[in-house]
């Protein structure tokens, strides 16, 4: 699935491509992937116009000159494919990136009136577009209950050791990936960012000192920084927003690395299950105490 960079690295190609498009037609081939009143998609998306692409954690927000937002999730296999003067695909590799669209995985078409379209397409039909009005998205149950932004510019490290905090008992890791804690950390910027603060990922959160959520915290916004910046990370299953691979993985420190050695001190690194995940670590410079 992908983690936070990936989805801002489509938002912002979105943006770039689709806003001011008019909508002119809808067509979906399930329910489970575009699950909306037909009255509904005719008053508030036919012939809307997108005023804005935003993101929550991982989440893509398509807002409508109606006050209602198209919500998407692209869960493992999602992918958005732009059609028009310019192509772009996001998200899972496979040939509809390139390919003729619609095809077999193609869920959603929306039609622009320029004749230019957006796919949404998803093999293994677990993500989904949701038409609901603006104003009610804070109160979707996920919106709820996801914590905040990791890169928030209002964000800071006492409002981070707060959260983490009320996961005392935990695992560390555990903690980073859980989005009620924060949002949009996955697998790949936890361990990057646990290596960068020398914290080894069993450790219980409780037993952390503020010099250490201090370190966490900064590792975490500048491996995310990062990766945006060099368009996510080369996830198989991943693409940035204008269909190329994105470069972050070439830049990784400890993920993916088992059996090399640490660029920081040389000792190799080694793969093991933490909070159910395949988990990357110097043995030498994360050492659980």
């Known amino acids: ?45 036919i012939n809307a116009s997108i005023v804005a692409v935003r993101r929550r954690a991982k ?5 409508l000159d109606t006050n209602y937002s198209l919500m998407i999730h692209l869960k493992m296999t999602g992918q958005l494919v732009f059609v028009g003067a310019e192509r772009f695909g996001a998200g899972h590799p496979n040939d509809s990136l390139v390919g003729q669209l619609p095809d077999r995985s193609t869920r959603v078409t929306l039609t622009f009136s320029d004749d230019s379209h957006l796919y949404f397409n998803d093999q ?20 709820k209950k996801v914590g905040p932004e990791p890169l928030s510019a209002d964000f800071t490290v006492d409002q981070f050791t707060a959260r983490f905090m009320r996961r005392a008992k ?22 990057e960012s646990l290596w960068g603060a020398k914290i080894h990922p ?15 915290f900064t590792e975490l916004r500048a491996v995310m920084n990062l990766a945006i910046e060099k368009g996510g990370s080369t996830d198989k299953n991943y693409i940035n927003a204008e269909g190329k691979r994105g470069s972050y ?34 043995p030498h410079c994360q050492q659980l105490v």
Not at 130 to 137: C, D, G
Not at 205 to 216: I, K, M, N, Q
């Open 1 to 45: 699935m992908p983690e936070l960079p990936e989805v801002e690295t489509v938002r912002a190609g979105l943006q770039t491509f689709i806003v001011g498009k008019v909508v002119s037609a809808v067509d979906a081939d399930t329910v489970k992937s575009f699950p909306n009143a037909p009255s509904d998609v005719k008053q508030f998306l």
């Open 59 to 63: 989440v893509l927000l398509i807002d």
């Open 124 to 143: 293994r039909k677990f993500g989904w577009m949701k038409l609901l009005p603006t104003i009610e998205i804070p109160n979707v149950d996920f919106m």
């Open 170 to 191: 935990t695992s560390i890791k555990a903690a980073l990936l859980d989005q009620t804690v924060i949002a949009g950390v996955g697998n790949i910027y936890a361990d």
């Open 202 to 216: 069993l450790q219980p959160v409780g037993s952390l000192t503020p010099d250490d959520f201090a370190r966490l």
């Open 249 to 282: 993985m070439d830049f990784a420190r400890v993920f993916r690395r088992e059996g090399l050695p640490c660029p920081r001190c040389g000792t190799t690194i080694i793969k093991f299950k933490a909070a159910g995940r395949g988990t990357h670590i110097c």
